[in-house]
């Protein structure tokens, strides 16, 4: 998210939270992809969704809406040019009956940083409409072997639309999950992630989840703590995620903000087990500046406007897709593998805010001057400008740029690029 980037020193990740040791984290991110990728009423989706995850950069991706493997492995290019640790599950169509409707070509996935965590199996749960994908991942650890921990990562998509007859679907949905739950051990670290196409908290399908009768071996909870009737309630703008159109023609919804469709919850024991907990404060709807004068609007128009998210991100996240997406954090009090303990500093640096107009400033270290030379690259990899570093103040002019993020490399150093992120 943009106003957590911190571009000048790259320091070892510390972080806090509601336990006093040290902790890593694991940053999570669904998102309903809207048809990806047939559905091409908007042109150059991928550079939206390039924008988004090279943004967020997320350690787990779960995605619901893909149409298909060539679209599965675009993604995972994509997200192979931000981090080459990306893997993906094996991407499988739709199995479950087509009696209702051909729902094939929607499908769940995950994409996950490998150096981070590893995939152990998967399986598919089968209902009257969608499948349920289940992806059981082990924390890459230190000290996997003698104390592995693991996460079972349930991604889904209910039964859209309102009325009674789609309620009934959503919950024999549900039903079919929870049975399937029933096999596993109570103390299970899950995440349910899915677009759960819920109007209100008293959904029957939605208290299943919650395990409203005590019948179920996993009981999740909302780490939002947002529980409530969402539908056209502006109350609840906060935690909405579709539509984040007005306009019509570009594929999927419209209507504006006035729905909490997409969710990631976890097991009940994921609030307070050290060993795998969901960071308290992190639940956030990617795109959502919680402004209320949001509600039944366009998520990029200026009645969406906010300090967390600026308008060429929710630009990008309106042209992409109907839906915004939800990330939360897990922390971990075991070390992982994928965590660097140390960085190195570099000798370029950028003055002011990394958020910039029409002039980026760098400062340069006085043994760079006159033997190097900086690349500034756009974040699909093409060089976009060169400059030479003859002074330890450098102005480059970056009126002419796109919106977007850029990284910058020079000549002498092998260390990690800096980055900035133009938005005029």
């Known amino acids: 998210m943009i106003k957590r980037l911190h571009l000048l020193v790259i320091t070892c990740a510390l972080f806090t939270g509601q336990f006093s040791f040290a902790q890593d984290h694991v940053k999570l991110m669904f998102y309903n992809l809207l048809n990806f990728p047939l559905e091409n009423a908007v042109p150059n989706r991928l550079q939206d ?5 090279n ?8 995605v619901c809406e893909l149409n298909n493997s060539e679209g599965a492995n675009t993604l995972l290019s994509s997200l192979q040019f931000i981090n080459a640790d990306y893997q993906s599950a094996v991407f499988e169509l739709n199995t479950s009956d087509d009696n209702i409707s051909d ?9 996950y940083d490998s150096s981070k965590l590893i995939l152990e199996s998967q399986t598919i749960v089968t209902t009257i409409f969608r499948d349920f994908n289940h992806y059981q991942l082990k924390l890459n650890t230190t000290d996997q072997i003698n104390n592995p921990v693991y996460v079972d990562v349930i991604v889904c998509h209910l039964k859209a639309s309102s009325g009674t007859d789609n309620q009934a679907y959503r919950l024999q949905m549900a039903e079919d ?16 992630a899915g677009d759960f196409n819920v109007y209100t ?6 208290q ?9 071996n996993i009981k999740f909870i909302d780490p939002a703590n947002r529980i409530g009737s969402w539908h056209n309630n502006p109350n609840y703008v906060d935690v909405m995620t579709q539509s984040t159109r007005t306009q019509t023609g570009l594929g999927g919804t419209t209507g504006g903000f006035d729905d909490r469709f997409d969710f990631i919850m976890t097991s009940e024991n994921m609030n307070a087990d050290p060993e795998l907990y969901f960071v308290q404060d992190s639940y956030q709807v990617y795109g959502n500046n919680a402004n209320p004068n949001c509600y039944n609007q366009a998520i990029n128009s200026s009645d969406c406007d906010g300090s967390d998210y600026p308008f060429f991100l929710r630009d990008a996240l309106h042209n992409f897709s109907d839906h915004l997406p939800v990330t939360l954090e897990l922390a971990t009090n075991q070390t992982l593998l994928g965590i660097p303990e140390t960085f190195s500093e570099t000798s370029m640096t950028i003055v002011g805010s990394n958020m910039i107009d029409q002039q980026l400033v760098l400062k340069a270290d006085a043994s760079l001057l006159h033997n190097s030379r900086l690349f500034i690259y756009n974040s699909l990899g093409q060089q976009v400008k060169t400059v030479d570093v003859n002074y330890t103040l450098i102005p480059v002019n970056t009126s002419s740029f796109a919106n977007g993020i850029y990284y910058i490399t020079d000549s002498k150093l092998q260390v990690k690029p800096l980055k900035f992120i133009i938005a005029h």
């Not at 299943?208 to 179920?216: I, S, T, V, W």
């Open 49 to 53: 969704l390039e924008l988004i995850l």
């Open 55 to 62: 943004d967020y950069r997320p350690d787990l991706f779960m």
């Open 103 to 111: 729902q094939n070509d929607l499908q769940q996935l995950i994409y």
């Open 201 to 206: 908290n008293s959904e029957p399908a939605f």
């Open 177 to 192: 999950l929870t049975n399937y739950l029933n096999g596993f051990p109570p103390n299970s670290h899950v995440v349910l």
């Open 208 to 216: 299943e989840f919650l395990d409203a009768d005590n019948n179920n």
